[in-house]
Nanobody
Framework: VQLQASGGGLVETGDSLRLSCAASGGLFRWINVGWFRQGPGKEREVVAAISWSGDSTYYADSVKGRFTISRDNAKKTAYLQMNSLKPEDTAVYYC???????????????WGQGTLVTVSS
């Protein structure tokens, strides 16, 4: 599985962005997807995750109520809708896929390149 993340950019506080993670390969529809981020001087953290079926999701407390993860297995694409963005959301965002437990940072064997999100105050 190869993953391609896109959709990052420079926005202002309160704005919205939608990140996309396009996958190649047939395995995508059977594995969980997670969005991670790594801010300046911070460790990488899992932001949101979704099960292979889309029935279960996980959100970090810092983004709960503002971010929504979804997936379209027919299009082999996962999304992260980010609303009410804050400067502390500034980070490189990565999508990953694998047989991981939702909410845990391990178990993701496939990674996309990062896409930079910058939120100005």
């Amino acid at each position: 599985v190869q993953l391609q993340a896109s959709g990052g950019g420079l926005v202002e506080t309160g704005d919205s962005l939608r990140l996309s993670c396009a996958a190649s390969g047939g395995l995508f529809r059977w594995i969980n997807v997670g969005w991670f981020r790594q801010g300046p001087g911070k460790e990488r953290e899992v932001v949101a995750a979704i099960s292979w079926s889309g029935d279960s999701t996980y959100y970090a407390d810092s983004v709960k109520g503002r971010f929504t993860i979804s997936r379209d297995n027919a299009k082999k694409t996962a999304y992260l809708q980010m609303n009410s963005l804050k400067p502390e959301d500034t980070a490189v965002y990565y999508c990953a896929a694998g047989r991981a437990d939702l909410g845990l940072p391990s178990g993701y064997g496939y990674w996309g390149q990062g896409t930079l999100v910058t939120v100005s105050s």
